[in-house]
């Protein structure tokens, strides 16, 4: 690690198994943690979708949202389509099965438990995550809102995405996110552009102009 990111980085050595609260909170508390990316999902060595997408990611709402004299934030990496489940996108990877069986389902209603728990948390919809690294360019990525527009990102694009989320000052937003040249509307009757394309030099900047859920994030009614 790069010696100015060291003094801010604590490893904790003990499994935090969802959707165990104490677990979570002991964690938090230990680690003196400021915010929390949640990137946990399903698995086929343990967890299911069930467990870790949806009530996961309540349990993680509550233990930062009870956290006194702070106000930590919660980013959460969701996935795109969780709002158009007559998608086939959605269809598809709801009907896997296994430990990963209703993750769609799970996602949208772990999605729902932070916006009615939390304030201060961006919920970050990845598109595909692809083979190999991204440019480092925030101009080659770009955001959205309205679950009309996916496409796909490298991880580490994802990994600088998540960690912009927890610099932009904006909070309480729902975006979703994609290369720019990848963009694809997840149903026939949408369009590209949409219109609500959030796009900056800086991967922070992508975020500032984003419409907070509480104001009325765009929506394409189902």
Do not use: W
Request: aromatic share 4%; charged share 20%; glycine share 10%.
């Amino acid at each position: 690690l790069p010696a100015d990111l060291k003094p801010y980085v604590t490893h904790y050595e003990k499994p935090v198994a969802l959707p165990s609260q104490q677990a979570l909170a002991d964690a938090m508390t230990q680690t003196h943690a400021s915010a929390l990316i949640f990137c946990a999902s399903a698995s086929k060595l343990g967890g299911t979708s069930a467990m870790v997408d949806d009530e996961g990611v309540g349990v993680a709402a509550q233990v930062l949202a009870s956290v006194k004299n702070q106000d930590p934030r919660l980013v959460l990496l969701s996935a795109l389509a969780v709002d158009r489940p007559d998608s086939k996108s959605y269809q598809i990877t709801n009907t896997i099965g296994g430990n990963f069986n209703g993750i769609m389902d799970a996602k949208r209603n772990g999605e729902d438990k932070v916006r009615k728990i939390m304030k201060n948390y961006v919920i970050l919809r990845p598109g595909v995550l692809l083979s190999g690294k991204g440019s480092g360019d925030a101009s080659a990525l770009e955001l959205n809102q309205g679950d009309t527009i996916g496409g796909g990102l490298s991880r580490d694009e994802l990994a600088q995405l998540a960690v912009a989320a927890l610099q932009t000052s904006n909070k309480e937003i729902t975006v979703e996110a994609y290369r720019k040249k990848t963009a694809t509307k997840l149903q026939t009757e949408f369009q590209v552009p949409s219109g609500r394309e959030l796009t900056a030099g800086t991967f922070a900047g992508m975020f500032e102009k984003a419409i907070p859920d509480t104001a009325g994030m765009p929506y394409i009614p189902k």
